[in-house]
């Protein structure tokens, strides 16, 4: 274990990224204080009105974390278009196996069954062309599609949206990694019918908290995600649906609305980290480096390399030993993990999935890097590849 010390370049700091901005920060927090209004406080909608705004969505509605968001988004759709509180198991929601637990699990707890659709290798997002021959097999039972924009990756989104519109199935867009990334120009989470976004710490938007959003142009989901948010009513006695506790808090708002004016700031200078990295890694035999998609902006949420031939942990313990922290986001894909043992579907084998788990890697991604940290990570990277 490295001391704080020993650590040269951090994945991300945040807390370098709260003092650039602490006046704005305490000022909204110090506004909380003097009104007290800690639940459903007049943050919250500011910030909801602010989302939408940003988004250009008609309707964004506070959560209390990504999660929260794609449970109360599925749950939502499945009361809207079935009447029904769950979807049924024979309900099938497709996504990836190469993502963050609660995309899959959010699937089993509206009731569903996740159908695991591999990746393509480049994007790291869901390879449309295997999703096109799923939607081919006779016996699909597909409702919904749940496209996960990977480390601020946009998916393929003229094919997904096409697939869906010929087989008749939502899109809920898992944008907790993409806030501020467009396709052809559009605000990821506002091409499908849906998008639930996480406002983690770590996030591009991150607070102090865990927290996250719903957007849709869809009224009736956003009232029905209203109320599953508050224990399932309109108000406290009037409940209609098996809901939850799942309010953004207002604190979380306040701290979040300050931060959103810098969002568009923040996203350029993770692209031009990224940018910087990829100039100086590329041409480096055995190692790939993210790519972006024609018609994608990409918010590098993460700067996520591939190190084949079973070298990736090799160069996260040379990058530690030079104080370099590094992650591996994810090393187990979902179809592996016992939760989701006999409540899956799959098409074939997952194995770029597999692959991808065992190769990626990534890198410091802050957007206050300074070009001497870039430098040192990429100069880190180059020696490992040297030797
Ligand atoms: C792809 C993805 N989906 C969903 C989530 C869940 O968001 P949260 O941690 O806010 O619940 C996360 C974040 O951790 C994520 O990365």
């Known amino acids: 274990m490295k001391t704080q010390e ?3 370049v951090r994945m991300l700091d945040l807390k370098r990224e709260y003092e650039h901005m602490k006046d704005d920060i305490d000022s909204a927090i110090a506004q909380c204080m003097m ?13 909801e009105d602010r989302m939408c705004g940003y988004l250009g969505s008609g309707n964004c509605v506070g959560l209390s974390s990504g999660t929260e968001a794609l449970v109360v988004g599925l749950r939502a759709l499945a009361i ?16 990836t196996a190469f993502t963050f637990t609660a995309t899959g699990d959010a699937i089993l707890r509206a009731g569903a069954t996740p159908v695991f659709i591999d990746i393509d290798p480049r994007t790291f997002n869901i390879d449309t062309n295997k ?11 597909a409702v919904g599609i749940v496209p996960v924009h990977l480390y601020g990756c946009p998916c393929h989104m003229d094919a997904i949206m096409e697939l869906a519109a010929e087989h008749g199935l ?3 867009e898992d944008v907790a990694q993409a806030l501020g990334g467009a396709w052809r120009g559009r605000k990821l989470g506002t091409i499908g019918t ?8 770590s996030k591009n938007l991150g607070g102090f908290g865990d927290g996250g959003m719903l957007c849709t142009d869809d009224r009736q989901i956003a009232e029905i995600s209203r109320m599953l948010l508050k224990h399932g009513g309109k108000d406290k006695y009037n409940v209609e649906h098996i809901g939850y506790n799942a309010r953004l808090d207002t604190l979380q708002a306040a701290v979040l609305t300050a931060k959103l004016s810098r969002l568009d700031e923040f996203n350029d200078n993770r ?18 480096l993210p790519s972006i998609p024609e018609h994608a902006a990409h918010v590098f949420h993460q700067y996520t390399i591939s190190v084949p031939e079973g070298r990736r942990d090799e160069l996260q313990k040379h990058l530690a030993d030079r104080g370099v922290s590094t992650m591996v986001y994810y090393p187990v894909p979902l179809h592996k993990m016992k939760v989701f043992h006999g ?7 997952l194995d770029e999935s597999e692959i991808a788990a065992k190769q990626v890697l990534s890198l410091p991604m802050d957007p206050l890097l300074t070009q001497d940290e870039i430098d040192y990570v990429a100069d880190a990277v180059k020696e490992f590849f040297r030797a």
């Not at 009104?35 to 910030?47: A, N, S």
């Not at 799923?134 to 016996?139: D, F, I, P, Q, S």
């Not at 692209?271 to 790939?288: F, P, R, W």
Request: net charge positive.
């Open 6 to 8: 020993a650590i040269r």
């Open 35 to 47: 009104h007290q209004t800690w639940i459903l406080g007049p943050e919250v909608r500011e910030l």
């Open 80 to 95: 809207n278009s079935r009447g029904e509180e769950y979807f049924r198991k024979t309900d099938e929601i497709i996504t």
């Open 131 to 141: 999703l096109r021959q799923y939607l081919k097999t006779a016996a699909h039972k």
């Open 170 to 172: 939502f899109v809920l």
């Open 194 to 201: 849906a998008g639930a976004f996480s406002f983690f710490p």
């Open 271 to 288: 692209m031009g980290v990224a940018a910087s990295y990829t100039a100086q890694l590329s041409g480096i035999d055995g190692l790939e």
């Open 343 to 349: 409540r899956y579907k799959t098409l074939g084998m």
